[in-house]
């Protein structure tokens, strides 16, 4: 009878009410964990996003600096103003470009001496082309042409060139980064769910 008597006893009211507490404390808790996992897999993805952006209007700020040198370059050897088409919408692009990335690199710490030497260094070519312009506006297009072949001009593009490389360099390196963190990020939740 004893152990007839035993199998019929009442649960345990305490152990039943820590269960009903601990299991939606465990679900609360696996759930913030889950949100600071999403969160940081769109803190990735925004990595990922703007790093493109910067690239991208990296690529156009040349493209639309050689269009504007291409103008240039075309007056120069023949006097067509139909060229200077190109010039202006070039030079605003370049602007427009060039206060995107000045806007995209405000809260980085890391390259703003590059972004001040290139705004510096995209004006002194500017300044440069408008003056070979001004030459050939002057009657002077030998001047102008000397001007153009004794290559400064490209030295000036290699700069710019040179450092929006740099800039497209620490931005690779700072995703290599996050996709590192990432990934030990992945690993260790994976270790811990699995596990």
């Not at 008597?5 to 345990?12: D, E, H």
């Not at 969160?39 to 493209?63: F, K, N, P, T």
């Not at 370049?94 to 806007?103: H, P, Y």
């Not at 710490?109 to 506006?137: C, H, W």
Request: aromatic content about 6%; some cysteine.
């Amino acid at each position: 009878m004893s152990v007839a008597n035993a199998s019929l006893r009442p649960p345990r009211l305490p152990l039943y009410i820590a269960l009903a507490l601990l299991l939606p404390a465990l679900l609360v808790g696996v759930g913030l964990w889950l949100d600071g996992e999403y969160a940081r897999m769109r803190q990735a993805g925004e990595l990922v996003d703007g790093i493109s952006q910067r690239r991208y209007r990296a690529l156009e700020l040349v493209s639309s600096l050689r269009k504007a040198e291409t103008a240039q370059r075309g007056f120069v050897i023949t006097r067509n103003p139909a060229f200077l088409g190109q010039y202006d919408p070039s030079r605003h692009a370049v602007a427009r470009f060039l206060v995107a990335i000045d806007r995209e690199y405000a809260g980085d710490r890391s390259p703003p001496n590059r972004i001040s030497v290139l705004d510096n260094l995209i004006a002194a070519k500017f300044r440069e082309m408008d003056r070979v312009i001004a030459t050939v506006g002057a009657g002077r297009q030998r001047d102008a042409i000397a001007r153009v072949s004794d290559g400064s001009g490209q030295i000036m593009m290699d700069r710019i060139e040179t450092e929006l490389h740099a800039l497209i360099a620490t931005d690779a390196a700072r995703l290599a980064r996050g996709r590192a963190a990432y990934w030990e990020r992945t690993l260790r939740s994976r270790r811990v769910v699995c596990c």
